[in-house]
């Protein structure tokens, strides 16, 4: 008998990990692309979705929004919530400059063990930051390392985020990334449509990384335009209306939001 109760726990258990880390088989392209298009980031094919994760940063976020201001170019910046909150004003720049700020949580937080009531505050806490810049309510999530579990996809829901991934990156936070191996990276998945996943901050990489990615920018953008692509943001990206974590989880529960 207590053996079978052991098997059943574990048995419980297991499931229960499954549930939990099985959406983040979306990290890898091929299935992002084949089964969840807009998780891949695939919008209008005549425009790219330009991102950068983990700002702000005072010191190096501002170069940034200097670059692109030269370049005519806007950007969606996916913020951390404690980041935020340690210069509003440099936030409110962004949003004034007509950047878009998406939820990138609250800080970055590795995912592997279940903590939905955590994970749920934190998504509500940073979009709440984010509004109480005088900003509309953001759209967009993109959780820190790109692991959407079961439970950070229900955090979204909640908070009324549409979790979004990307669908080229520079690999610009590795130590031996230079510009050049930035745009090769990029071009292996740099098509009409693609969403870019790049880095404002070396919050969360290697330090000094950043100059890599400021290097590599008015290439990128040079190479769009000569392919006949407009940069923008992602709200301006069309992705792709395929359902979204807000509408299954508003299915599960009767409701009825109707097409994004």
Same mark, same amino acid.
């Given at each position: 008998?207590?053996?079978?109760?052991?098997?059943?726990?574990?048995?419980?258990?297991?499931?229960?990990?499954? =549930?939990?880390?099985?959406?983040?088989?979306?990290?890898?392209?091929?299935?992002?692309?084949?089964?969840?298009?807009?998780?891949?980031?695939?919008?209008?094919?005549?425009?790219?979705?330009?991102?950068?994760?983990? /700002?702000? @940063?005072?010191?190096?976020?501002?170069?940034?929004?200097?670059?692109? @201001?030269? !370049?005519?170019?806007?950007?969606?910046?996916?913020?951390?919530?404690?980041?935020?909150?340690?210069?509003?004003?440099?936030?409110?720049?962004?949003?004034?400059?007509?950047?878009?700020?998406?939820?990138?949580?609250?800080?970055?937080?590795?995912?592997?063990?279940?903590?939905?009531?955590?994970?749920?505050?934190?998504?509500?806490?940073?979009? @709440?930051?984010?509004?109480?810049?005088?900003?509309?309510?953001?759209?967009?999530?993109?959780?820190?390392?790109?692991?959407?579990?079961?439970?950070?996809?229900?955090?979204?829901?909640?908070?009324?985020?549409?979790?979004?991934?990307?669908?080229?990156? /520079?690999?610009?936070?590795?130590?031996?990334?230079?510009?050049?191996?930035?745009?090769?990276?990029?071009?292996?998945?740099? %098509?009409?449509?693609?969403?870019?996943?790049?880095?404002?901050?070396?919050?969360?990489?290697?330090?000094?990384? =950043?100059?890599? %990615?400021?290097?590599?920018?008015?290439? !990128?953008?040079?190479?769009?335009?000569?392919?006949? =692509?407009?940069?923008?943001? !992602?709200?301006?990206?069309?992705?792709?209306?395929?359902?979204?974590?807000?509408?299954?989880?508003?299915?599960?529960?009767?409701?009825? !939001?109707? %097409?994004?």
């Amino acid at each position: 008998m207590v053996n079978r109760c052991a098997a059943a726990a574990v048995a419980a258990a297991s499931a229960g990990a499954l =549930w939990h880390i099985g959406p983040a088989a979306t990290w890898l392209p091929q299935v992002r692309e084949r089964f969840a298009p807009g998780l891949d980031g695939r919008g209008s094919p005549g425009h790219i979705a330009l991102t950068f994760d983990d /700002g702000p @940063d005072p010191d190096t976020t501002p170069r940034f929004l200097d670059a692109l @201001d030269r !370049l005519g170019v806007r950007a969606t910046f996916f913020v951390l919530g404690e980041r935020l909150l340690d210069d509003r004003r440099l936030a409110r720049g962004m949003l004034d400059a007509g950047h878009e700020l998406g939820v990138h949580g609250w800080s970055h937080q590795k995912p592997w063990f279940p903590e939905p009531h955590r994970e749920a505050a934190d998504l509500a806490r940073t979009a @709440d930051a984010i509004s109480d810049l005088g900003a509309a309510p953001p759209t967009w999530y993109r959780p820190p390392y790109g692991i959407l579990t079961a439970g950070r996809r229900r955090a979204a829901a909640r908070a009324r985020l549409r979790p979004v991934l990307w669908t080229a990156w /520079g690999r610009d936070w590795r130590p031996a990334a230079d510009r050049r191996s930035v745009l090769a990276d990029l071009s292996r998945r740099l %098509t009409g449509g693609a969403t870019v996943l790049l880095h404002d901050s070396d919050y969360t990489s290697t330090p000094g990384s =950043w100059r890599t %990615t400021l290097d590599a920018l008015p290439d !990128l953008v040079s190479w769009c335009r000569a392919a006949g =692509w407009r940069v923008g943001t !992602l709200g301006d990206h069309g992705v792709g209306r395929t359902r979204t974590a807000v509408q299954e989880t508003a299915v599960e529960e009767g409701r009825d !939001l109707g %097409t994004p």
